[in-house]
Every structure is written in structure tokens, then in C-alpha cells.
């Protein structure tokens, strides 16, 4: 994990803003998310995991359910997810639960992170910046 310090981090903003906002640009809400905080993830690159720019949020009033809940932002920072090859073999789950948890666990939820996307990840921060701030 790499933070990147940013202007972003604690302003406030409406989240249905940031998603219009965001979304166009490539941001998803990361799968990570609870009632009350969660992220907005732009995935660089898959060469060998995943490499993504995760920008955290947390609920300001209310859920993140609620349609006027307003969320301020945490420090963007950089992380890449290293997943096994193949079938997870340490699966231990029933037929119903399977079908929806198809996919190997991490292998390493928190590799390093390639250098040659550190200098992506602060050009996307910029990006991010300029977005929600002008």
C-alpha cells in the first residue's frame, strides 16, 4: 500500500455527486464497502494481480444506502492484489455459496505494488483532484 497525500482528503461531498463525477472516468465503488464507509476504486492495470488507486470514503449523516448522504473523503493511496493461479483448492463452501464465490482468494491481498504505476496512480490523483475541486 502507497498513500498519495491529496487535496481530496477530508472534503465533503454528496455521494451520488461523486459518482456522476467519478464513474465516467473508470471509479467503481469498491466491492469493500459497509453502511458507513467504503471506496472508490480505478483499477491501473492486471499484469500480475491487480493494481488499483483506491480512494476511501466514509458517511458523513446517515448510510451510504440513504439517497442524500454526504461522505468525506480519506488519503488515496495505491494497492495491488496478487491472486493464485488456477482453482482454489482451500475452498471449503457449500454449492449455493460457491456460485456466487467463484473466484480464488488472494494470494497476497497486499503485494507490492510495481514501480512503473507509482507515477500513474499520482497523475490519477491529480486527475481526481481537478475533477472534484474546480
Not at 497525500?5 to 464513474?23: A, C, G, R, T, W
Not at 500513474?120 to 475533477?131: P, S
Amino acid at each position: 500500500m502507497i498513500p498519495i497525500p491529496s487535496k481530496v482528503e477530508s472534503q465533503i461531498f454528496s455521494l451520488y455527486d461523486l459518482e456522476q463525477k467519478l464513474k465516467p472516468l473508470g471509479y467503481v465503488i469498491g466491492g469493500n464497502w459497509d453502511y458507513d464507509h467504503g471506496s472508490f476504486d480505478y483499477e491501473i492495470a492486471d499484469d500480475v494481480g491487480y493494481q488499483f488507486l483506491r480512494v476511501p470514503f466514509k458517511a458523513v449523516n446517515g448510510q451510504l444506502d440513504a439517497p442524500q448522504v454526504t461522505v468525506e473523503m480519506g488519503e488515496p493511496f495505491l494497492l495491488s492484489h496478487k491472486y493464485q493461479r488456477g482453482l482454489d483448492d482451500n475452498v471449503h463452501e457449500s454449492n449455493f455459496r460457491a456460485s456466487f464465490d467463484q473466484f480464488s482468494e488472494p494470494e497476497d491481498p497486499d503485494a507490492e505494488f510495481p514501480e512503473e504505476y507509482v507515477e500513474v496512480g499520482k497523475e490519477l490523483v491529480q486527475e481526481l483532484e481537478r475533477t472534484l475541486l474546480s
